[in-house]
């Protein structure tokens, strides 16, 4: 096995295996399942939080992401390659504060409401992200990567974190020299503007009840799975390895609110 097999890109939440691996995990202990709908934290872009939830009736303290090759079982921050890299076993690791034996089938059962939470805020960050990038266009002085609606990528190029949070999420984005270089004037930022703009197109995508849906190439944990929304304006899709909603009505009103400081600029967005 390379790879624990992951369900939860399809939106699972509850699944049955059999635990392969048990592992130390500090002071608690980690178990390592054949399959699992449990979505851990990403090592290398951690925006989503892990999923909560139970594994054989314990429950699921911490779920996180361990590479495992010839050098040992990593977890987490202590994993000292990329994900996906090759040469490397990728793991779902749920963390729990009693042993259960190797060998057992257990039931694996994710808190639904939370990881609902997850997915609208999940999938109104990608929306905000797009609808921001198309506010900001005009702002470009160069050639610059676009999205996949056409616009320039202001999302991609300049965002320094995501934090996805229940029912929404926060993205920072650096506005230094280097952005300035590649052709993008942050001069006389109306905030109050940009977000009004942003907010009406995310209105609109709404309204649109547009569906949502992750692209799956493989049922490995670090596939290159790909969000995509079928928005009015074209097929919009941005690399994921997160959850989502499956049409963009069910997350009824989305709204982001803009903040400046020094020279990174914080979008935040709500689902209402
Ligand atoms: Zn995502």
Redesign the pocket.
């Known amino acids: 096995m390379n790879s624990t097999v992951v369900t939860f890109p399809e939106g699972q939440v509850t699944g049955r295996s059999q635990i392969v691996e048990a592992v130390p995990a500090g002071a608690r202990h980690g178990l390592v399942t054949t399959e699992t709908p449990f979505h851990p934290l990403d090592h290398t872009w951690p925006?989503?939080p892990a999923d909560r939830g139970t594994i054989g009736g314990l429950p699921v303290v911490d779920c996180v992401t361990a590479a495992e090759s010839d050098a040992g079982l990593f977890m987490g921050d202590d994993i000292p390659v990329r994900r996906g890299a090759d040469g490397w076993r990728w793991l779902v690791v749920h963390v729990v504060d009693s042993p259960l034996p190797v060998g057992e089938e257990v039931d694996l059962v994710v808190d639904a409401d939370y990881r609902a939470a997850l997915s609208a805020g999940?999938t109104a960050?990608?929306l905000a992200a797009l609808a921001l990038n198309a506010v900001l266009a005009p702002r470009w002085r160069k050639e610059t990567a676009t999205d996949a609606l056409g616009n320039p990528d202001f999302d991609q190029t300049a965002i320094t974190s995501?934090r996805i949070t229940e029912y929404g999420s926060v993205d920072v984005y650096r506005l230094g020299k280097s952005l300035r270089k590649k052709g993008f004037s942050a001069e006389d930022l109306d905030l109050a503007q940009v977000a009004g703009a942003v907010n009406e197109r995310l209105k609109h995508w709404v309204a649109a009840d547009a569906p949502v849906w992750v692209d799956v190439p493989d049922p490995t944990l670090t596939a290159r799975r790909t969000?995509h929304c079928a928005l009015p304006e074209g097929e919009a899709h941005?690399?994921?390895?997160?959850t989502h909603v499956t049409r963009t009505c069910q997350l009824g009103t989305v709204t982001v609110s803009l903040e400046l400081e020094d020279a990174a600029l914080a979008m935040h967005t709500r689902v209402l």
């Open positions: 925006d989503q999940h960050c990608h995501s969000w941005i690399p994921c390895g997160g």
